[in-house]
Every structure is written in C-alpha cells, then in structure tokens.
C-alpha cells in the first residue's frame, strides 16, 4: 500500500502496531498493550526485500510469512484492526516509514515486540529516537521469548556461557512464576478512519500485495491457527513422552516440526510450554529419560541462544564466540561446497540430509549436527558458509539459534562441542538410520545397495553399478587435520595473549 495514496485525517488518537517476528493474534503482548490503550489500532507489517537479502533469509521463509499475512489480516478485521503492508528496501528506510506512518494517520503511540540480533536492535533504536523527536511514544514488549534476555544471570550478574546451569536457573525462574500464554480477543472500538480502510480491506477480499522477494512455495506448512495449535497438541499428546528415544533418527517422524511457526511467531514459546504441561505435568521433572523433559530443554536451548544473541553483539557479525578459532586455517574448496550444498559428497547420511534440506527446506536436527560436523571438520570449511546455506533455506532460520547450532557443531561457539570431538559420518549414520530408510527416501540411486553397504556403498562390489559419487573427503585423515589445525589455532591465540 501506498501511503501517498491514502488521506489524512484529523482523527487523533490512534494507535499502531507494528508486526515483526510475532505474526498471531493470540497471546501477542505488543498487540494486548495496544488493545489495553484504550486507542483505535492500525497494524503495519513493514517488509524489507533488501534487508532480507543481506540477511539471507529463504523464500520459502518468506512465502510463509506471506500466507500467514493474509490470515492475520483477516482475524485483525475480526476486532476491528486494519493492517497495511508497506515496504522499502531495507532497515535504514525504517524509522522514516514509521514517523511519515505516524504523521499519516495521527498516531500517538507505537507497539511492539523486541527483537535480539543486533541490526534488529539498532532499527529500533533509530526508530524509538525519531518518535521521541516527534513527541510520540514508544512501547517494546518482551515477547520472543519466555523469559526476557537479561532475566537469567549468574550471581556475578553475567550470562551464562554454559547451557545445563543456564538451563537450571531458567527453570527455577520459571516455576517461580506464571509466564501462561494471554488471550485478548476484545474488540477494538474503531475510529471512522480505521473503518474507512476495514472496508478498504474487505472489499478487496482481505488480499495482502505479495512480497517483493524471490519466493519458493511453502504449501507443506498450513498456516492456520487450527492446523498449528493441532500439531501441538498431537505431539504433547502423542510424541513427547517418546521425544528421548525417538528423536535422533530422521526415518521416524518423532519431533513437533515447529520451529517454522516459533520462527515467524506464528505460535510462540509460551504457548508450546503451556501445552505440554497441560499435558504432561512432569516435562519440569530433571530426567534425561523424560521425553517431554528433553522437549523442554530444547525449547531452553532456544532461550539460550537468544539470551547469548542479545548479549553478545558479535554473534550477529559472523564473528565466534570462542575468540582463538579466528586464527583456524580453513580450506578453501569451491568444488567441495558445492557437492555438500548438492548432497554428492558421497557420504550418504550428509547427502540425503542435504537433498531433505533443498527439497523442504527443513532438517531433521540430528541432521543439522552431522552435516555442520562435515562441514566444519570433514572439509576444514568455515562455518560460516554453512551458517549462510542453512539461512538460505530454512524455513525455520532464525538467527539465534541457526547460529548456535553452527558455532556448536564447528566448536566455535560457547557450550560448544569440544574440537577434538568429531562426528563420523558413517557411524552417525549406522546409528540413527541403520536400516538406510532415510537415505534411500532421499538418494533413490542407492535402493539397490545392500543394507550393509548403505552407510558406505563405494565399498560394494556392485557400486560400478550405482550413479552416485565416491567419498570427497577421507575421514579418518580430515579428522586428525581438523584437530590439529584447531590445537595450532588455540596454541597461537595463547601466544598472542601471553605476548
């Protein structure tokens, strides 16, 4: 939408809320303040093409959030909400886009939800100045997560860097606390302007203008609150308590697959928690056993990375955590990447990974570990090549976590995986696909290999036979290389220090 288009108004009053990473009508704290205000509410979603791109992010990311869109629109129409969807190119246009939104429709007051990477956080600053500059006010609601960064600290008052006491202190606030998930379904009393563009809206169908990106179709993910809230329910009620046993191995659907909703906000943390204790009272209980306890430290584990991310800008700039892996010496091989990127490593368990990945844009996790492990210590690569394919084409990239899990698996990040720990492909892959269910799924040239063959079949007889690559890299060699060159990076760093 235009905002030139559009007439002013002397209405005064109003107020906005401003969609981000929170697209749902239930338990969204920036939309119950704005409804508590007592104000007429215009929502925006502001897309940024050029910011999207810099940041990498996946079009079927995007086109989720497109189809989403369109559903919010319609349930904010329900309470007498209108939403515009504007764009300009990137964060910097922002707070101009804002103020002239302000400026348009005589807002007072502007909601939303925070943000944690470290663009985001300084959009908003650039916003909130240019609306105190104005005389408007400005109101950022703690929401991604369950607990608000900063919240869970040390006694020294500092973030934790290691995630089991991290994990241990999160809890006890938790239970302490009532963090339920809010439904405000009131209507909004409308000003005759807020009606002008409600009509506007449903005379146009409710259509949202598509997103000015490279998009790629996101059908396999519904994107109604029905079909999210059932998919939740169904795992508390049906996966959770297996979740321990059944999680690792890719040929079983065993986890909730909702991280693409928790990405977006289309379903949020605190929601997830209150059903599967509603469910299952004893996920709190601390047992390695306990499925749904497992569950729960994952969701944790979101609530560490974005903690980290909010606490440490350098993770937002492609920079470690663990400052001595900045002297690690990677190699540089294109053709390398490229067959990793294309799942021809020869490597099956990385390959049919990798070919899930571009066919879904989804990842089984144990998946994500293997194939950052390959990455990172099979082909000495920087991971942050991975980091960036992975945001290319997550349907669930966020950042926090994406890069965690990066810095985890390549041993650069805090909590990491020691470096000379190193996955073995073919005995990760015995492990959590030993018939080959999942690899034959996704590579249907190796059908025809044997079971004993499947996690290593250039080993076959018949592989001659097979359309499908020998092994780009030997493990055995890249494992004592990726050691070594971690051991001589940290023995620098040392140096450099005691120097």
């Not at 449903?202 to 079909?227: C, E, H, R």
């Not at 079983?252 to 289309?266: K, M, R």
């Not at 001659?464 to 760093?493: C, E, F, N, T, W």
Request: hydrophobic letters at 40%; a negative charge.
């Amino acid at each position: 939408m235009n905002l030139a288009s559009q007439p002013t108004t002397s209405t005064i009053g109003h107020a906005l809320l401003w969609l981000r990473a929170d697209l749902r009508v239930t338990d969204n704290t920036a939309l119950n303040r704005a409804i508590a205000s007592g104000l007429s509410i215009i929502a925006v979603y502001i897309a940024t093409p050029m910011q999207w791109y810099q940041h990498h992010t996946s079009g079927r990311q995007i086109d989720l959030i497109e189809r989403r869109l369109q559903l919010i629109k319609q349930q904010l129409n329900e309470i007498n909400i209108p939403l515009l969807i504007l764009e300009c190119d990137d964060f910097s246009v922002v707070p101009d886009t804002i103020t002239n939104l302000c400026q348009q429709y005589q807002i007072s007051a502007v909601y939303c939800n925070r943000q944690h990477p470290w663009n985001e956080k300084q959009r908003d600053i650039a916003v909130e100045q240019a609306l105190i500059a104005q005389d408007k006010q400005w109101h950022c609601s703690d929401d991604y997560c369950v607990l608000p960064p900063g919240s869970v600290l040390t006694k020294q008052q500092e973030m934790y860097k290691v995630f089991t006491p991290y994990r241990n202190a999160w809890l006890t606030q938790f239970l302490s606390h009532n963090y339920q998930p809010v439904t405000n379904t009131d209507k909004v009393v409308p000003s005759p302007q807020c009606l002008d563009l409600l009509h506007e809206s449903m005379a146009a169908n409710s259509t949202i203008p598509p997103l000015n990106y490279a998009k790629q179709d996101s059908v396999l993910w519904p994107v109604d609150d029905s079909a999210i809230q059932q998919r939740l329910q169904m795992f508390c009620e049906t996966k959770a308590e297996d979740y321990q046993q059944q999680r690792d191995f890719p040929a079983i659907d065993g986890t909730s697959c909702l991280s693409p909703y928790l990405a977006i906000g289309a379903l949020s943390a605190r929601q997830c928690l209150a059903a599967l204790m509603q469910t299952l009272p004893q996920c709190v209980e601390i047992n390695k056993e306990n499925g749904a306890f497992v569950w729960l430290s994952e969701v944790i584990w979101r609530e560490f990375y974005n903690h980290l991310l909010n606490s440490y800008d350098r993770l937002s700039k492609h920079q470690p955590f663990q400052l001595y892996t900045h002297n690690v010496q990677w190699l540089e091989n294109s053709d390398h990447v490229r067959a990793w990127q294309q799942g021809k490593t020869g490597f099956p368990i990385v390959d049919a990974a990798m070919r899930q990945l571009l066919a879904t844009g989804w990842m089984h996790n144990r998946l994500r570990m293997i194939t950052a492990s390959f990455l990172t210590k099979d082909m000495l690569c920087d991971w942050r090549i991975g980091e960036r394919w992975f945001m290319q084409q997550l349907i669930d990239g966020e950042l926090a976590s994406n890069n965690g899990g990066w810095q985890w698996a390549a041993s650069t990040g805090t909590d990491a995986q020691p470096y000379f720990r190193v996955f073995n492909p073919t005995t990760q892959s015995e492990r959590f696909d030993p018939n080959g269910e999942f690899i034959r799924q996704w590579i249907p040239e190796l059908k025809s290999v044997p079971d004993q063959y499947i996690h290593a079949p250039s080993l076959w007889s018949g592989f001659d036979s097979v359309d499908y690559p020998l092994p780009i890299v030997d493990h055995k060699q890249m494992r004592l290389l990726a050691i070594d060159s971690y051991k001589q990076a940290k023995v620098g760093y040392d140096s450099q220090r005691e120097a």
